[in-house]
C-alpha cells in the first residue's frame, strides 16, 4: 500500500464564532476540543495514522504566522501557504502538486481543520478503511455522518449499493446534493440514503489529479503546472498558476462530476461544530443546561438561569441571572449577548461590526 | 442667618450595581452622572451654596481611602470616618458632633452621595428656602418628592398644613411611612398628600442634637459625648461613645419622633439610580430603546435589539444581537446579564456569589 499523507484544510474566517474569533483567528484556533484548540486536536488525531513528516497544513500567509506561534512543534516547511483565497478547489490542487513532488505514490487523506471528532481509534479505523478504498480502487473516498435530522445546512450525498461487504459500510456515491430545503432534507431523511457529507476525503495522487482534469480542464491545469514548478523549484510559478486556477469548491468541481467515487459511513461522533450552541456537545454543563466552554482561567456563575451558552477566555466571570437560551461571549476586548436562536445569523452582526467602522473588532 | 455646613453620607455598599460597584467601590464612586462619579456630582452640586471647607464626607474606613485616591483635592480632615457601620443614626450624631465642636450655630444640610439631582440651580434655591424654615423655626427640615406612580421600595411623607405661602411650597409633615405594600402606595398615590422622602435633610445643629434627646434619649447622649471627647480631642472617646450609640435609622430614631418636621416639595429632577435600569435616566439612548452608560473607552453596538441597559467601563465593546429588556454590565473581570425587571432583585445574585465561594468578586 502507499504511504499515506494528511493534508488539513485550514483556511475558514469563522464569523460564525465573532467576537471568539476574529480574521487573525479563525475557528480552529479556539480551544473548542476540550480545551485543546481544534487545529491541535485534529494533527493529534493523526497520531499513528500517518508519519508525522507526512502530515500538511493548507492555510493563508496571516494564520501560518499565527499557526507558528501556536504550534512551534509543527515543521513549518509543511505549512504549505495559499497565495490568496480561492475557494477549495485551488486548495486541493496545491496539496496535490506539493504531496505529488515528493511522493507520487501517496495516498492522501483531506480534513478539515475545525472539527471536532471522535473517539480516535474509530476514526483511524475508518480513514484505513477508506485508504485501502483509495489505493485499490481508484476512487475519490468521501465520508458520510448518518443524518439524525433534517439538516439543511450541509450537503448531502445519495448512497447507491454497498461497494464491498466489509467494515464500516462503503457505498458507490450516487449523487451530491448541496444545502436543501426543509422539504427535502425531510425526505433525504426518511428514504435512509442519504448521508451528511463529512468534507473528509481519501483518494490517491495519481486518482485526483485525473479527477481534477476530467471534472475541470483549467483545475487540473493548474495542478499540474503546480506540480511541474513546484519540480524545478519556481516559488512563483507556483504561485502564478495558483492565482489562475479556477476559484470554485472541490466538491462542484470535481466530487460532483467524479466517475467513481465510494462514501464510507462514518462510525465515529462528528460535529462541525458550527456556531456557539455547538458547545452543548463540547462544553461543560450544569444541572441546568447551561453549557459553558472557559478557557484561560475564565468561570461562570449562573442562577436562576437556564439553557445558555457561555463562552469567555481569560480571568474572568460571566455572571448569568434570570436568563435563558442566551449565548454570551467574553473574550478579549469584547463580549456578544444573543439569543441561541440567531447565533446561526452571527454573520449579519459581524458585517454591522464592519459597517459601523470598528474593522478593530475584527 | 447662621452659616451652611454640608454632610454628605457616602457609607452604602450598593449590591444593586454589582458588579460595577464592589465592596470597595459602592454606588457613589460609579461614574453614573454624565460620566463624572456620582460622589463628585454631589460635592460640585454644592458649589457657590457652602463654602468648601464647610463640605463634610461622613464614610466608612475602606472607602475613606479610594474617596482619598478618587477625589485627592478633598480636604482630608473633612473626611469623617464612622469606626463601624451602625446604620444612619449614629453617622448623623457623629456628623452633627463634629460640626458642633467647631460651628455650634450652624445650619447642616444632610443628603446621600450617591443621588442624581438637576438642575443645580433649582436644588440650591431649594436648600436655601429649607435652611431658612430650619434657622427660623427650628424645625427639622426634608425634602420629598412627588409620586408619578406608585413606587414600593421608596419611603413616604404625608403632607399636613402649608407651612408658609412661600415657594418652594413647604408642608408640616404629619407622618413617615416606611416603603409600603402596593394598594397603600396606589392610595398614598391617589391621595395626593403624600411625597416620597428624599433622604436630603436640614436643620440646625441646636435643633437635630435636641430631636435625637428627644427621639431617642441613648442616641442624644452619644451625641453629647462625642461632642465632648472631640472638643477635648480624645479620638478614642468618640469611637466609644459611637459604638455605643444604637444602632438604628435617622428616620425611625428621630425625624419620625420629632415634634416639628417641615417637607419641602423637591423642584427639581430627582432620581436615586436605585439600579441599573435607572441608567435610562442618567445614559445615553438610541433609536431603539437602547440605554448605555460607557465610561473609559467602552463602547456598544446593537443589532435587532431594544430597550437594552448596557453599562461598561474600560476599552472593550459590547455587542448585543438580537436581545430585548436585558441589562449587560462588563466591568473589570466580570459580566453580568440580567432582564431588566430582575436588576431589582440583583441582592439574590450577589448573595449567590458569595455562597460560591467568590468574594474575589464581590
Redesign the interface.
Known amino acids: 500500500m502507499s504511504s499515506l499523507h494528511a493534508v488539513i484544510m485550514a483556511g475558514g474566517s469563522g464569523t460564525r464564532f465573532w ?1 471568539a474569533s476574529r480574521r487573525a483567528r479563525p475557528k480552529q484556533f479556539l480551544p473548542l476540543a476540550g480545551g485543546r484548540l481544534l487545529i491541535q486536536a485534529t494533527i493529534d488525531r493523526l497520531a499513528g495514522l500517518c508519519d508525522r513528516d507526512h502530515v500538511w497544513i493548507v492555510t493563508n500567509a496571516r494564520q501560518a504566522k499565527a499557526l507558528h506561534k501556536l504550534l512551534p512543534d509543527f515543521p513549518r516547511d509543511h505549512l504549505v501557504v495559499e497565495p490568496e483565497a480561492r475557494d477549495t478547489a485551488p486548495c486541493v490542487a496545491l496539496a496535490t502538486a506539493t504531496i505529488a513532488a515528493i511522493d507520487p505514490q501517496a495516498t492522501m487523506i483531506v480534513m478539515p481543520a475545525d472539527h471536532v471528532i471522535e473517539p480516535v481509534a474509530e476514526f483511524q479505523r475508518m480513514l484505513r478503511r477508506a485508504a485501502a478504498i483509495a489505493a485499490g480502487s481508484g476512487a475519490l473516498v468521501t465520508f458520510g455522518v448518518r443524518p439524525d435530522h433534517p439538516a439543511t445546512g450541509y450537503g448531502y450525498i445519495e448512497c447507491g449499493e454497498r461497494h464491498d461487504q466489509s467494515e464500516p459500510r462503503a457505498f458507490t456515491a450516487t449523487r451530491f446534493r448541496e444545502k436543501p430545503d426543509q422539504a427535502t432534507a425531510q425526505q433525504f431523511l426518511q428514504s435512509g440514503r442519504f448521508l451528511w457529507n463529512s468534507g473528509i476525503f481519501v483518494w490517491t495522487v495519481d486518482a485526483i489529479r485525473r479527477a481534477m482534469q476530467h471534472g475541470n480542464e483549467a483545475l487540473g491545469a493548474a495542478a499540474d503546472r503546480m506540480l511541474l514548478a513546484l519540480r524545478q523549484g519556481q516559488r512563483a510559478q507556483v504561485t502564478r498558476a495558483f492565482k489562475r486556477a479556477p476559484k470554485t469548491s472541490v466538491d462542484y468541481a470535481v466530487m460532483e462530476r467524479a466517475e467513481q467515487v465510494v462514501v464510507v459511513e462514518a462510525t465515529v461522533r462528528w460535529d462541525d461544530v458550527g456556531s456557539f450552541p455547538a458547545i452543548r456537545a463540547v462544553g461543560v454543563g450544569d444541572d441546568d443546561g447551561n453549557f459553558g466552554l472557559l478557557a484561560g482561567g475564565a ?1 461562570q ?1 449562573t ?2 438561569s437556564r439553557d445558555n451558552i457561555v463562552y ?1 477566555e481569560g ?9 435563558r437560551d ?1 449565548v ?1 461571549v ?1 473574550v478579549g ?7 441561541k436562536d ?1 447565533a446561526a ?2 454573520k ?2 459581524v458585517e ?2 464592519r459597517a ?1 467602522g ?1 474593522d478593530d ?1 475584527l
Not at 315 to 323: C, D, E, H, N, S
Open positions: 467576537p468561570s456563575l442562577l436562576h469567555a480571568r474572568r466571570t460571566v455572571a448569568l441571572f434570570g436568563v442566551l454570551v467574553a476586548d469584547a463580549v456578544l449577548v444573543c439569543p440567531r445569523d452571527l449579519l452582526m454591522h461590526v459601523s470598528r473588532l
